[in-house]
């Protein structure tokens, strides 16, 4: 399955309305992917992985998320 800016947009955007944050993604391909940050790109959370990574990673987010929020009891 190919992964689109859009979906990575969508999990992206709960995680931010959940948290109260703001993360942002960052696509350089010259370095490897995606870059997930936050702090107006001075703090990388996550640096530079392919696209199938970053939706793994983000959808690890919303599960933690959802454990911390008692939606696996």
Do not use: F
Not at 33 to 52: M, Y
């Amino acid at each position: 399955m190919r992964i689109t800016k859009q979906m990575l947009k969508v999990r992206l955007d709960n995680i931010n309305r959940r948290l109260g944050r703001n993360y942002c993604l960052t696509n350089v391909p010259e370095y490897g992917g995606w870059t997930l940050t936050c702090n107006d790109d001075s703090t990388v959370i996550q640096h530079n992985i392919p696209p199938k990574q970053m939706v793994a990673y983000l959808n690890g987010i919303i599960t933690g998320i959802d454990m911390r929020d008692g939606a696996y009891k």
